[in-house]
C-alpha cells in the first residue's frame, strides 16, 4: 500500500505554517508543523518526512544551516523546498547550489505551494504517483475546523482524537503502531504515553458508536496498534 506522505513545515511565522498546513492537509498529505530549526531537525529525525518545507529566516538558525544539517545527519535526507522572502535569499539557494529541490517566495498562493510539491515528491520519488486519498465515503474530514463526520454525523472530536482518526483514514487497512500513532498525533514527545492511545482510541469508538451502534471500525491489532476496517 502507498504510505501517506508525510511533510514537515519548519517555519516561525503561524499564520504562514497554518495556511500551509490546511492546503496540504486538504490535498491528502500529512503535515506537521515546527517553528524552531532545532524542533524541526528533532521532527525530521523521528518523522522520516518526505519533504521540508524549510524557512529560511527562523529564530534559532538559519534555513541553510538546517538544510546543512539535514544532508549531513540523515541517512536519507528528506526533499527540499525552502520558503524565502528576500531575493537575496533566492540568489544564495541558486547560487551555492546546495542541492535543495525547489523555492518558493513569499507570498505563494497555496495552490502553487500544493502543485510545487507535488512536483518535488514526483521527481523525488518517481514510484509514488499520487497520495492516498482520504476515505470519502463513511468520513468526511473538514481540517480547518478540526472536524470529521461519520456517516454524515460530525463527530466532536478532542485535538488528539481528531488527529488519529485523520490518520487511521488517510490509510485504511494499514496497521499502525501505537509509537507511530505518538509520533504522528502528538507534539510534545514528553507528554507521549503509550496508553494515551489506547484511551483516545476508546474514547473515538464510543464517539463512532453514537452514530453507528455496534459497527467497530476501529480494528485492534493485539500487542501492535491499531487499524482502520
Ligand atoms: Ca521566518
Same mark, same amino acid.
Given at each position: 500500500m502507498t504510505e501517506a506522505r508525510v511533510i514537515l513545515v519548519i517555519e516561525d511565522e503561524a499564520a504562514i505554517a497554518e495556511t500551509i498546513c490546511y492546503a496540504l492537509s486538504t490535498d491528502g498529505f500529512q503535515t506537521h508543523w515546527r517553528s524552531t530549526g532545532h524542533e524541526g531537525i528533532e521532527c525530521a529525525r523521528t518523522l522520516y518526512p518526505q519533504l521540508i518545507l524549510l524557512d529560511i529566516g527562523l529564530p534559532d538558525t538559519n534555513g541553510f544551516e538546517i538544510f546543512r544539517r539535514l544532508q549531513t545527519q540523515l541517512e536519507t535526507p528528506p526533499a527540499v523546498i525552502f520558503l524565502t522572502a528576500r531575493s537575496e535569499e533566492i540568489d544564495r539557494i541558486v547560487g551555492l547550489e546546495l542541492g535543495a529541490d525547489d523555492y518558493i517566495s513569499k507570498p505563494f498562493s $497555496? !495552490?502553487? @505551494?500544493? /502543485?510545487?510539491? &507535488? /512536483?518535488? @515528491?514526483r521527481r523525488s520519488q518517481p514510484n509514488i504517483t499520487e497520495p492516498p486519498r482520504p476515505e470519502q465515503t463513511r468520513f468526511k474530514i473538514i481540517a480547518e475546523r478540526f472536524e470529521i463526520h461519520y456517516h454524515?454525523? $460530525? @463527530?466532536l472530536l478532542t485535538l488528539h482524537e481528531f488527529r488519529l482518526l485523520q490518520t487511521l483514514i488517510q490509510q485504511p487497512q494499514r496497521v499502525f503502531s501505537r509509537e507511530e500513532l505518538l509520533s504522528r498525533c502528538w507534539d510534545a514527545p514528553e507528554h507521549r504515553l503509550d496508553r494515551a492511545i489506547d484511551t483516545h482510541i476508546k474514547t473515538l !469508538? /464510543?464517539?463512532?458508536?453514537?452514530? &453507528?451502534p455496534g459497527d467497530d471500525v476501529i480494528r485492534t491489532h493485539r500487542g501492535i496498534g491499531y487499524s482502520l476496517q
Open positions: $497555496p !495552490r502553487e @505551494l500544493c /502543485a510545487r510539491v &507535488r /512536483a518535488v @515528491l454524515g454525523m $460530525p @463527530l !469508538r /464510543a464517539k463512532l458508536f453514537t452514530v &453507528r
